[in-house]
């Protein structure tokens, strides 16, 4: 059965960190490109960061550059997002999804993703 499984999000004050792991079971997740995204309450779904399979290349979305990075650990079969300085509006839950292909040059789109895990929620907060 394939699954997602996102870990790694609870409460944190701001200019924090938090690292969220993404692992899969019943396929290899270096065969397919990652994503993360968000969604903030009230808000629609939004793209955050993506990875590719073979050689890891990435893409994030501008309001995280420089603060998180994607990267992934193939012989655990896991994707992680490490997440600095984060801010108040980072506050969302967290979703790790998979599909063949290669990552957006443009942005992260949230559509396209065939796999998606249940999300893991994260607080940032004084």
């Known amino acids: 059965q394939v699954q997602l499984v996102e870990s790694g999000g609870g409460l944190v004050q701001p200019g924090g960190s938090l690292r969220l792991s993404c692992a899969a079971s019943?396929?290899?997740?270096?065969?397919?490109?990652i994503g993360w995204f968000r969604q903030a309450p009230g808000k629609l779904r939004e793209g955050v960061s993506c990875?590719?399979?073979?050689?890891?290349?990435?893409t994030y979305e501008d309001s995280v550059k420089g603060r998180f990075t994607i990267s992934r650990d193939n012989a655990k079969n896991t994707v992680y997002l490490q997440m600095n300085s984060l801010e108040p509006d980072d506050t969302a839950v967290y979703y790790c999804?998979?599909?063949?292909?290669?990552?957006?040059?443009?942005?992260?789109?949230?559509?396209?993703?065939?796999?998606w895990g249940k999300g893991t929620l994260v607080t940032v907060s004084s």
């Open positions: 019943g396929f290899t997740l270096d065969h397919y490109r």
């Open positions: 999804a998979a599909a063949p292909g290669y990552c957006s040059n443009y942005g992260v789109p949230t559509y396209g993703m065939d796999y």
């Open positions: 990875i590719n399979s073979g050689d890891g290349s990435t």
